[in-house]
């Protein structure tokens, strides 16, 4: 009966009581109580979590804990995922355990203290089990988080971190634990702040009255941060060598550490070994040699304070002993690869400062030195830019080339071709991997289409061998068999149609017909915002096939386009009416509509002769198509350009075309579209739907770009994320490359983002390679939006620079052409500069590297003007450098 006891105490929460009970038990007992209490447990895993359940956790933790003969089964017990929010304290626990023996309580603690730390076992409970069984520390990630928890936490007690660490006895043990622990530093980061109370200082403190090894902490940090991790990491420890003060004995022992942490270190703590470094350069303690290797990995990198310090202590040491060039200078040309001009620049001055030291003669004791450090030199200064390479061949005495052997070739990525799109699959196991792939990423117009038009085939060929295959491809789909405690599948749909999802939900009945047909009938009435135009007609289409594959199955599609950009060939569509004709179906509404949108029209006489036999069908759709493709198209709305706030967004007019027999549905594309009106409730995020709307209107990307705008701008103008993810299929698509993509690339190139910059920058490359790049008009819309504060100079410099990088220099320079004068005008009439300087230097600089590179000529208005103002600052000296190169003085 003692088992009974002991489950009725804990079910009503009586942990003394179960405590009691237990303690009278041998261990024969203790374990025939055990299956009633995880059937206890596995009946709270399903019960509500609320005040009735918690009530019981506790003493369940504590008996089921005390009733375990085995070490790993305990451990498992106690630190249970469901235990862990309402669990017995640390107390009993230990009171309960207390009467193992101490190598099974050993066993148990080491198992516990190999949890993961995210169990966050509490660490009186690990800590009073080490005492209990007298065991060796744990060092694992969770004893040592939990110390450092509990001595942080001590603070209540009135005493300093240093007054707590004095009284631990395991201190040097886990201060070791904590330099070769991986991850705990992250964790408990947040302990090893600054200031007098600081965990460093007190650590400090204690290695200084000797209670800690003071090498073992040096040697820790140094090793630490050799190794690398997160910068987070490296910050605490770099705090804590700080804090330790070295001696210049201690700092010199580990020179060759110091060079490869100011090579390979996160930048603050390169920093801090580059500064100890250039100490001992400077009072003569390093050799040129060790030098030189230092200075060829801080120069690699990328982070330009660095590199820029690094060149000033060369040029301190090659001023003081002139005899160290033949082995610095080569070393000083490694910056001459940097992706920053005003580096390269910096290198060359100090290469032309001080290349005289190197011997004009060929000395016999020093011959291969001599040699080897002005060849060094002559191939390193291949990497500078066209105007830098030319002077520092000069210096070096290298015949310099004609001025037309620096102009390198233009480097384009391929043009997109277009791709015929396959037939459906044949089989409906195919199709069913087609579906499961759209279902897990969308997939692109292409399979989306033919995956669509499949389901239409074989749903119309044999439903029900249709259903069986795709039974376990939507399985996990959250309509399918949906739990009547959330709200009803129509109720979701009638939302937003999901894309494919709708077909499917109707194709097994899980979407009413009240709900299918109100949407064909009806359309989509959840908002108007400035997309509803595209996601409209996409989704009507979606909605026809969810209806008619329940009420009348259509044979196959008439929309399904004939190429991967959205287009139809003419003859397609009238060979697919001719079927229909043939088999007396009827077509969709919607999906006609759609075929019509995507029908080409761009040869005349291809029309002409498919509408010649669309006529002939004599049905009213084969005279539509006739009337349609005998028509002037794909015609494009009027334009205006509007401002709202810093943005410069479009308007469009009336397209008349898109009106008249269209559906109801695809009108919208036809009316103006206006800046401060359509500003309802927006359900399109994200790119899933988004890729399908140029295949909506193919042809007729402006269209699409114009109603996009506002959204990429914000990638701009509010750092949103992931908005300009649509441009490159923009630049891809099909149509006239107008004012709106153009503003859309703009704002792109300006994004916050890194991934929104270099979709832009694709754009612009994809854009130039087809020929349909107004580099012109990019520039002066890029000038329009920096004057009004909508795009920041700094991140168009990046852009510009990640674009010019894959050998797109002319077209790189076109835009700039168009850019400058803008930013140049406001710097003149801004007078000393202020906030138009900012980011200009960087602009400036890439600018003449492009106008180098692609060898342009011309002038540039305002440039002469700034190049002629006094000083040296990277404004002044890189609009000097263009002048130079447009005016073709660096070839005289």
Known sequence: MSDEALLTAVRAGRTVEAAGLLDGMTDAERRACLPALKELRKELRSAPWNAASRVAHPALHAAGAACHSGAAGAAAWIAGVDMRWSQASPGVLLHMLGDRESNWLADLTHRLAARPATSRLPFPLLSGLVGLSGCEVPTTDAYVRGWFEHIGASWRDGRSVTQRLRNEPHLPVMITALFESPEVTGQIGWLFGDGPGSWCNALAELAEEGALDRKVLVDGCIARLVRGGAPADQRVFLRLLSSLALTRDEERERSADWTALASQAVPSVAWHAQSVLASFALDGELTSRQLAEMSSGVLFRTEKKLVRAQLVLLGKVLKRDPSTAEVLLPAVAEAFGHEDPDVQERALRLVERHVTALPDAVDANNANTT??????????????????????????????????????????????????????????????????????????????????????????????????????????????????????????????????????????????????????????????????????????????????????????????????????????????????????????????????????????????????????????????????????????????????????????????????????????????????????????????????????????????????????????????????????????????????????????????????????????LVLAARGQLDAGRLGADLGELVGRGALKRSRLAESIRTAAATGAYATLWSVSRGLLPALLADLAADGAGGGAVRGLGELLAIAADCAERSGARGDLTHLAGIAERRGSSKVVTQARRLRTTLTQEAAA
Request: glycine residues 6%; hydrophobic residues 45%.
């Open 371 to 764: 040699n080897t450090a002005r060849e060094r030199l002559g191939e390193l200064s291949a990497d500078l830019s066209p105007g830098l390479r030319i002077r520092a061949q000069r210096v070096l005495g290298i015949e310099v080339p004609c001025s037309a052997a620096t102009v390198q070739e233009e480097v384009l990525p391929p043009v997109p071709e277009r791709e015929r799109l396959v037939p459906a699959p044949e089989s409906v196991a195919e199709l069913a991997e087609e579906v499961s792939a759209i279902l897990a990423s969308g997939g692109g117009v292409a399979t989306f289409e033919r995956t669509l038009d499949g389901l239409v085939r074989h749903a119309h060929r044999d439903r029900d061998a249709l259903v069986e295959a795709l039974g376990p491809v939507v399985a996990r789909c959250w309509w399918k068999d949906l739990d009547p405690r959330y709200p009803s599948t129509d109720k979701v749909f009638r939302e937003s149609p999901h894309g494919l999802e709708v077909v499917l939900a109707a194709l097994f009945e899980q979407v009413g017909m009240d709900t299918l047909h109100a949407a064909v009938q009806r359309g989509a009435t959840n908002g108007n915002c400035h997309h509803s135009a595209l996601s409209r007609a996409f989704e009507a289409r979606l909605w026809e096939v969810a209806y008619r594959l329940r009420a009348d199955p259509m044979p196959f599609l008439l929309a399904t386009p004939s190429w991967d950009t959205g287009l139809l060939e003419p003859d397609v569509l009238v060979e697919r009416l001719t079927e229909y004709r043939r088999r007396d179906a009827r077509p969709g509404t919607a999906d006609f509509a759609q075929a019509l949108l995507r029908v080409r029209r761009d040869d005349p006489a291809t029309a002409a002769a498919a509408a010649a036999r669309a006529r002939a069908l004599g049905s009213p759709e084969g005279y539509r198509l006739a009337q349609w493709l005998t028509a002037e198209g794909p015609l494009l709305p009027t334009s205006r350009r509007r401002t709202s706030g810093a943005r410069v967004l479009l308007e469009l007019g009336e397209l008349e075309e898109i009106q008249g027999l269209f559906p109801v549905e695809f009108r919208p594309l036809g009316r103006p579209l206006t800046v401060f009106k359509d500003h309802w409730y927006c359900r399109h995020w994200g790119v899933t739907d988004q890729r399908h709307w140029p295949a909506v209107v193919p042809g007729r990307r402006e269209l699409v770009a114009a109603r996009l705008l506002r959204d990429i701008s914000a990638a701009a103008v509010e750092d949103t994320r992931m908005d300009a993810a649509m441009l490159p299929l923009l630049a891809e698509a099909d149509g006239t490359a107008g004012e709106a993509l153009h503003l859309c690339v703009a704002y792109g190139l300006g994004a916050r983002h890194p991934e929104d910059r270099l979709a832009a920058v694709d754009a612009l």
